[in-house]
């Protein structure tokens, strides 16, 4: 009998079954604490191994199957019989790993071998890196950021009024630029491998060459960041020290970890968390005890520092660039702080509200809605942020922080 095994055998009284049943949740949710209380770490912790792993969740995910994804017999490549492009297999990897920092190596590139396909390179949480290789993806083309590049240079020396693409009309229309004048070169993709935005409460940055995503070079440049229509992440921050596991295994709030990640901490004091809160919930939500947790608002004291944290998201510096359903774009210039507070709009007392995990849901959700000034469409539009601190892989902890706008 090997140690896993004499491990297994200690703890199967503590099981309705007599034994541990993989496919119970509340079951793997007591390994889950016996193995952190013993100090006893079974991942695999190879590239190799992640990847399969990875592969599986993606493959296995609502997402994947849709896109018809599947494995294949090399470890680091995903089947795609469907041919989905890049940007495609970039939001399925965001939706079932939560966002992770991607890099994408071009067939040649880096690390990838391949002379076909893209590399996806990420670390999945809690374990290591991973590197996926979306076979046939690649030759589909990157259809949004790519795609519009490739139709803003076809329209490169073109008067405004023969382009026909309403896209590329509406970009050219409303930054003020004669197409006429320009060349296919001067219009670049900048590619950004990080195109986060920084928070903070000391308000908005010039970060427009940072994340611009396509450079259009007239009298000046003019920074464009794109997005397409399910592009609403825009901060992926990592992991939350603070909310961690005792060595009985139970959730608890270890205030002697709050300054680990003085941002989190701050953000958790200045929007009214209660990390105490969190723990309970997560501890209801292992021992299915405990009523599920409504929406309920929280005291705000300092409404300007939580205006300054969104501002910050934004930053200024460039032109924000949302494909819209119906074809239609958001454009909006944030070339100065003011265009960035502009966006964020106006916060009424109410305008945070908090959802606690508990016994139907490990996951922390903060909704901040406020009285944007910018319009959509001709339309005022509340801007609606959302905060959500969650573990992705299945698991209750650590919980990683992630934040998402409409706009």
Known sequence: MDILEQFLHSIAYKFPKGYPDLKNKQDMLLIERELFKHNIDLREGTKAANTRKAID???????????????????????????????????ILNSVFNSPKIKVYAPKEGPNDSSKYNM????????????????????????????????????????????EDPEVKQIFSTLGIDPSTLTPEKIEFAG??????QLSFD?????????????????????????????????????????????????IFDQSKYGDNPLFADI?????????????????????????????????DDLTQVKNLLASSFGYGYWYVREKPGGKLFIYPVATPEDAYKMVGELRPDSVKIKYPGPSTKVLEVRIETDSEVLEGGKNVPLVYQIVARNAAGKVLPLRMNIRTNK
Do not use: C, H
């Open 57 to 91: 969740s993606i493959v296995n995910s609502k997402e994947g199957k849709e896109a018809g994804l599947s494995k294949m017999k090399d470890t680091y490549r995903v089947g795609n019989i469907n041919k989905i492009d890049k940007d495609k297999f970039l939001e």
């Open 120 to 163: 996806f390179e990420f670390d999945l949480e809690g374990e290591g890196q991973v590197q996926i290789t979306l076979a046939g993806g690649a030759n589909e083309g990157e259809k949004y950021e790519q795609g519009l590049l490739g139709k803003l240079k076809a329209a490169a020396g073109t008067p405004l009024d023969s382009i």
């Open 192 to 197: 950004a491998s990080d195109t986060s935005r």
């Open 268 to 300: 958790f004091n200045i929007l009214g968390i209660d990390s105490q809160r969190i723990a309970d919930g997560l501890n209801n939500y292992i021992n299915q005890t405990g009523t599920p947790n409504n929406w309920e608002s929280t005291k705000i």
């Open 203 to 251: 308000g908005p940055k010039e970060i427009g060459s940072t994340i611009a995503d396509i450079v259009i070079t007239a009298d000046k440049p003019y920074y464009l960041s794109i997005k397409n229509v399910g592009g609403s992440a825009i901060y992926n921050g990592g992991n939350i020290p603070f909310i961690t596991f005792d060595k009985e295994g139970k959730v």
